[in-house]
């Protein structure tokens, strides 16, 4: 038996809890992983919160969408995207349902080598917050001569989006409270305070005008400033604001109603941000980490919206 954190109704972070869970042999193509490391995500609040329905049948519901760890078992024909996954490995899981737990089995096919220099809470709150922000920006088609605003630039998704768009060349315009500008600037973005007149202050920042725009907090100003600044919407993205986001006609990615989840794009990101942290063009900040039976403070810190960075479990 190993330790999972569980919703037992529809809510918020008070109907978590903790329960031990089988933990089953690995099959074919399996392997089982001892977690080091959560990542915490805000999908993961809003899939007990109601947001997505409130079917009693679908109860217990077990929580989150990545993690990282030790291998301590493998089934026959364990192959990973990096090839055979073997006892030992450390590795990083995406997606992996349920991944609020001591220990996982999971195909094997979600599982991809830890860079050697990168921390087991680094690990853990990698994959989800850096594959969605593969995601947008593809979607938006950014490329190295635009100017890109992105809103909620400090938070998880934020600063992973930050870092690759100036990685490809882009110049970047980052929102955010003026306590998290020094973080932008030193990841390469022009920090710009959110709030009223936040339209005028992009443009100042930008007299040649904004390219695309990405939604990364679910704001109405994200929204209508997005709109008012960037001419084709099919160069804006939400991952939050989906129901202004279809009113708008802009795009809508992720876990959301009527989003596209881009699986297959963000599976192929997974062994591109290990490249790119392992030659240390990717940084990932920790804003801090919870045990895992305190998995409900870890939810009440990030529905904050002020967190730098990933909250992490530690099993």
Same mark, same amino acid.
């Given at each position: 038996?190993?330790?999972?954190?569980?919703?037992?109704?529809?809510g918020?972070?008070?109907?978590l809890?903790?329960?031990?869970?089988?933990?089953?042999?690995?099959?074919?193509?399996?392997?089982?992983?001892?977690?080091?490391?959560?990542?915490?995500?805000?999908?993961?609040?809003?899939?007990?919160?109601?947001?997505?329905?409130?079917?009693?049948?679908?109860?217990?519901?077990?929580l989150?969408?990545?993690?990282?760890?030790v291998?301590?078992?493998?089934?026959?024909?364990?192959?990973?995207p990096?090839?055979p996954?073997?006892?030992?490995?450390e590795?990083?899981a995406?997606?992996?349902?349920?991944?609020?737990? @001591?220990?996982? %089995? +999971?195909? $094997?096919?979600? =599982?991809?080598?830890?860079?050697?220099? &990168?921390?087991?809470?680094? #690990? /853990? *709150?990698?994959?989800?917050?850096?594959?969605? @922000?593969?995601? %947008? +920006?593809? $979607?938006?088609? =950014?490329?190295?001569?635009?100017?890109? &605003?992105?809103?909620?630039? #400090? /938070? *998880?998704v934020?600063?992973?989006?930050?870092?690759?768009?100036?990685?490809?060349? $882009?110049?970047? =315009?980052?929102?955010?409270?003026?306590?998290?500008?020094?973080?932008?600037?030193?990841?390469?973005?022009?920090?710009?305070?959110?709030?009223?007149?936040?339209?005028?202050?992009?443009?100042a920042?930008?007299?040649?005008?904004?390219?695309?725009?990405?939604?990364?907090?679910?704001?109405?100003?994200a929204?209508?400033?997005?709109?008012?600044?960037?001419?084709?919407?099919?160069?804006?993205?939400?991952?939050?604001?989906?129901?202004?986001?279809?009113?708008?006609?802009i795009?809508?990615?992720?876990?959301?109603?009527?989003?596209?989840?881009?699986?297959?794009?963000?599976?192929?990101?997974?062994?591109?941000?290990?490249?790119?942290?392992?030659?240390?063009?990717l940084?990932?900040?920790?804003?801090?980490?919870?045990?895992?039976?305190?998995?409900?403070?870890?939810?009440?810190?990030?529905?904050?919206?002020?967190?730098?960075?990933?909250?992490?479990?530690?099993p």
């Open positions: 038996m190993s330790e999972a954190v569980i919703a037992r109704a529809y918020g972070p008070e109907v809890s903790v329960t031990d869970v089988a933990v089953p042999e690995p099959g074919p193509g399996e392997a089982r992983i001892e977690v080091r490391a959560v990542g915490v995500n805000p999908f993961d609040h809003k899939v007990y919160s109601g947001l997505f329905g409130t079917d009693p049948a679908n109860l217990p519901l077990r989150g969408v990545e993690a990282a760890g291998v301590t078992a493998v089934g026959a024909g364990a192959i990973g990096a090839g996954v073997e006892v030992g490995d590795v990083i995406y997606r992996a349902p349920g991944a609020y737990a @001591a220990e996982l %089995v +999971l195909p $094997a096919s979600l =599982l991809v080598p830890k860079p050697v220099g &990168l921390s087991w809470a680094q #690990a /853990g *709150g990698l994959m989800a917050a850096g594959a969605t @922000a593969v995601h %947008v +920006l593809e $979607a938006i088609g =950014l490329r190295g001569t635009d100017t890109v &605003l992105l809103h909620g630039a #400090a /938070g *998880g934020g600063l992973m989006a930050v870092q690759l768009a100036v990685e490809q060349g $882009a110049t970047v =315009l980052g929102t955010a409270s003026p306590a998290k500008h020094d973080v932008l600037r030193d990841l390469g973005a022009v920090p710009i305070a959110y709030g009223p007149g936040l339209a005028d202050r992009v443009r920042a930008a007299p040649e005008g904004v390219h695309a725009a990405a939604d990364l907090v679910g704001t109405d100003e929204v209508d400033v997005s709109l008012e600044l960037v001419a084709d919407r099919k160069r804006i993205a939400t991952i939050a604001a989906f129901e202004r986001g279809a009113g708008a006609g795009k809508l990615l992720g876990g959301g109603p009527g989003a596209d989840p881009g699986a297959a794009v963000r599976a192929a990101a997974r062994l591109r941000l290990t490249e790119a942290v392992e030659a240390g063009r940084r990932v900040l920790v804003a801090g980490s919870h045990p895992l039976r305190e998995a409900a403070a870890a939810h009440r810190q990030i529905m904050t919206g002020h967190t730098t960075g990933k909250i992490v479990l530690i």
